[in-house]
């Protein structure tokens, strides 16, 4: 893949093939995209819950940031455990019963954290936030019914391409976040005629139910001894909640005026873009990584090669999911998308992307320089600064244009 070549008393890396690159940067965000569009397809759908409940602006990313972060180290721990031999690639074994029990507890005590955490800040930004036992009892049971369709997806997923030969690591991220983003907003909008139908005292039952059973699965996981799920559960719990709550800080820009996010049909457009701009830096953290690892720089000309294809590459993904959403709103049910939303995610992506790839190029070299290993120190960084500004910079544009243009 790389070509060695000398450059003074230093290993520069030259890739001789820069459109393969772009290739297969645009095929894993496309294929990211496509999982997007059922997202944003619930987010149209679910419209008029989020003008009436506005602090769903701030819960919906925080619980989509929150199963991304628990399901990716239950992916990964899955596949890791497949490569020590520690585990078979079937479907039923006591690893993945241990792994899937940690993933259920870990989601429902984080929801717990997260509602809280979202409660108190709606409070402080002023936005109404409803009754408490229902927010927390709608999270609960929407954070349930995508953790349990997702661990035997994941599963399956992992343990085919495994026995087939495929390097699972590349296609887990995408398939993680791409999926645990449609069917956060989907599960949640379904969810609510069920809460709402409950009484108080039945949501209140519920909430302590599965509170309770969440620490029973921790419980029966320390008995077991298990030590690598039991430190993963507590360095998981601690960053999960950290990250989740920051994307709900993004999130509440869009509470503070729902109707101009919906009825520009851009709330369509907003879990793909944080998703797009996260994996996009994602990639282009994972590959300064390799080359200052190789070489002990990343050289300037590297850097904005790889900086052009990534801003390519994510520019491409945009087109394509305007034209997908273009279609799909020829549909009588669902609201029409607006060139003004269509205009904002260009921007944003523009903006987005060139500001995070220059911290992501600083933050490679400063902490190879301080004898870390950037891998560590990068991807969660960058992933909480896009989680945060994006919302930020998509509503500063969106309203601007909006104020300009109106929703045409």
């Known amino acids: 893949m790389y070509t060695l070549i000398k450059v003074g008393r230093l290993t520069g890396v030259v890739n001789p093939l820069p459109d393969k690159i772009l290739k297969e940067m645009m095929l894993s965000l496309f294929f990211l995209i496509s999982l997007e569009v059922f997202a944003g397809i619930s987010m149209l759908g679910g419209g008029d819950y989020l003008i009436k409940m506005p602090v769903l602006f701030m819960l919906l990313p925080a619980l989509m940031d929150l199963r991304g972060d628990v399901m990716g180290p239950y992916g990964f721990r899955l596949l890791n455990s497949l490569h020590l031999g520690t585990n078979e690639p079937r479907f039923a ?3 993945n019963l241990l792994n899937s029990l940690l993933a259920v507890s870990l989601m429902i005590i984080s929801t717990f954290f997260v509602v809280a955490a979202v409660s108190v800040l709606a409070y402080v930004v002023g936005v109404p936030s409803g009754d408490l036992e229902v927010l927390t009892s709608l999270s609960l049971v929407s954070t349930v019914i995508t953790t349990l369709i997702m661990m035997p997806i994941l599963i399956v997923f992992t343990n085919t391409l495994y026995v087939k030969g495929y390097n699972v ?3 887990l991220p995408s398939l993680i976040t791409g999926s645990m983003d449609a069917l956060t907003p989907s599960v949640l909008f379904g969810s609510v005629f069920l809460i709402q139908s409950m009484s108080r005292v039945g949501r209140l039952v519920l909430i302590v139910s599965l509170g309770v059973a969440a620490i029973i699965g921790v419980f029966l996981i320390y008995r077991e001894k298990h030590l690598e799920l039991i430190k993963d559960f507590k360095e998981n719990l601690t960053t999960s909640v950290i990250v989740a709550t920051i994307s709900g800080v993004g999130g509440s820009f869009f509470s ?7 009825g520009s049909g851009f709330v369509a457009f907003v879990p793909a873009l944080n998703s797009l701009i996260g994996s996009a830096q994602g990639i282009l953290a994972g590959k300064l990584s390799v080359d200052i690892h190789m070489t002990g720089i990343v050289e300037k000309r590297v850097f904005w090669s790889y900086f052009r294809k ?3 590459a994510s520019e491409t993904a945009v087109i394509f999911l305007a034209l997908i959403f273009a279609v799909i709103s020829i549909h009588p049910v669902l609201p ?3 060139g003004v939303s ?8 523009a903006v987005m992307v060139s500001f995070l790839s220059f911290v992501v190029e600083w933050l490679t070299k400063t902490s190879f320089r301080l004898g870390l290993n950037p891998d560590n120190v990068v991807f969660p960084f960058i992933t909480s600064l896009s989680d945060l500004f994006t919302p930020i910079t998509s509503y ?12 045409v």
């Not at 269509?342 to 992506?349: E, M, Q």
């Open 169 to 171: 690591e590349n296609f």
């Open 310 to 312: 990534v801003l390519t």
């Open 256 to 262: 503070r005026n729902p109707t101009i996010v919906v």
């Open 342 to 349: 269509v205009a904002t995610s260009f921007l944003v992506v």
């Open 396 to 407: 500063c544009i969106l309203y601007s244009l909006v104020l300009v243009l109106g929703f």
């Open 93 to 95: 074994t006591k690893y």
């Open 336 to 338: 029409p998308i607006s």
